[in-house]
């Protein structure tokens, strides 16, 4: 089978517009988490919004591969999350919510028929950015969690915590609200996120 006339190759196109859009909503979060003061926590939406992006060029890249001419354009029908408003806290879920979808209901399953259809480089593809997608709705499910709990900066033991502006670092169980060396807001310390390994 031709990749041109085949299901993958649409998936490819669906899995190109996924990550493009997921890509511009955490360029949103990353907005509004600066605008907010929570500048360790925008830096690591921003390089998950770098990993989407190159989600989306490695599908784009397969889609080229499809046809010596340039491809005009592909029709494709898809529903696409549409959830988000200007909530830091609850964008943190949905975000996570759609990792899942986007792993285990979009890519797992688009690796089997890329299975079938005999694309093995694409299944294998769509395989290794489900287990990223899953990597990411770990960190924005612990994101979630510690600002919901009110742990982000605050722990029930003693940690070191460290300023990203400065290097300035100290023992506590809650980070300083304003940097001794550097001055720097509490939103500037180095987040504790188990999902990757800090
Ligand atoms: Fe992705
Ligand atoms: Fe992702």
Redesign the pocket.
Known sequence: MKLIDSQTYLNLAKAFSAETQ?RTRYEFMEYGMRYNGYKTMAEIVDS?AY??FN?ARMFYTFLQKASDKPIKNIDIAGGFPFKEKWDILENLKFAADD?HV?AYEIYLPAAKVAREEGFEDIANLFELTAK??MQ?EAVFLELYNQMKNNTLYKKDHEVMWMCSGCGHMAMGKEAWETCPLCGAKQGTVCLKLDSLNQ
């Open positions: 997921a998950i990993q989407e989600h990792e986007e990223v997608e990411h």
